[in-house]
Antibody, heavy 118, light 106 residues
């Protein structure tokens, strides 16, 4: 069974940093591109970033470029999202997701809640 | 950036009814379109990809259609477990989601 389990969320002050992790199991992690998708409270979904299966390529939405860094450790089957210079508008549930054939998101974690507030 | 306009924002329907949700892309996305179902407090689940391909395990009452800039999700014979929010996503050029449709029972 495919499992994606996020950790590392919580309350953080504006301007500070936070790192999310996503532990993957039930599939060959290094065969898949992975992504982070966020959802602000009672709002829609927003793609945040994608990393290729081998970590050689990364892609970001404009609003997080230069502030967020997606990375992966294939030996540990773990995906990361380093979030720096956090803003109140980054408050959301962050989902770890597995790309399906380079396109849609075929598997999702349960989400990690991030609240940016003083 | 490709924008996705989803309609309606909310929908009320009766059990057994057929419902249709639509998404319009700001440019041609060449069938790079997926549909997701999200139940309250849960993570989204993939229903349809490539505009009309049913994801593994998804009931056949769900179907997708469309091309170019216009796409739709149809749910035949609405069941109580279909109460959820539905989102479209284009993945032709990066990733953009529609604003969502909240489906309730009448």
């Amino acid at each position: 069974e495919v499992q994606l389990v996020e950790s590392g969320g919580g309350l953080v002050q504006p301007g500070r940093s936070m790192k999310l992790s996503c532990a993957a199991s039930g599939f060959t992690f290094n065969n898949y591109d992975m992504a982070w998708v966020c959802q602000a409270p009672k709002k829609g979904l927003e793609w945040v970033a994608t990393i290729s299966y081998d970590g050689s390529s990364t892609y970001y939405r404009d609003s997080v470029k230069g502030r967020f860094t997606i990375s992966r450790d294939n030996a540990k089957s773990t995906l990361y999202l380093q979030m720096d210079s956090l803003r109140s508008e980054d408050t959301a549930t962050y989902y770890c997701a597995r790309h399906y054939y380079d396109g849609p998101f075929g598997a999702w974690g349960q989400g990690a809640s991030v609240t940016v507030s003083s | 950036d490709i924008q996705m306009t989803q309609s309606p924002a909310s929908l009320s329907a009766s059990l057994g009814e057929t419902v249709t949700i639509e998404c319009r892309a700001s440019e041609d996305i060449y069938n790079g379109l997926a549909w997701y179902q999200q139940k309250p407090g849960k993570s989204p689940q993939l229903l349809i990809y490539n505009a009309n391909s049913l994801h593994t395990g998804v009931p056949s009452r769900f179907s997708g259609s469309g091309s170019g800039t216009q796409y739709s999700l149809k749910i035949n014979s609405l069941q109580s477990e279909d109460v959820a929010s539905y989102f479209c996503q284009q993945y032709y050029n990066y990733n953009t989601f529609g604003a969502g449709t909240k489906l309730e029972l009448k």
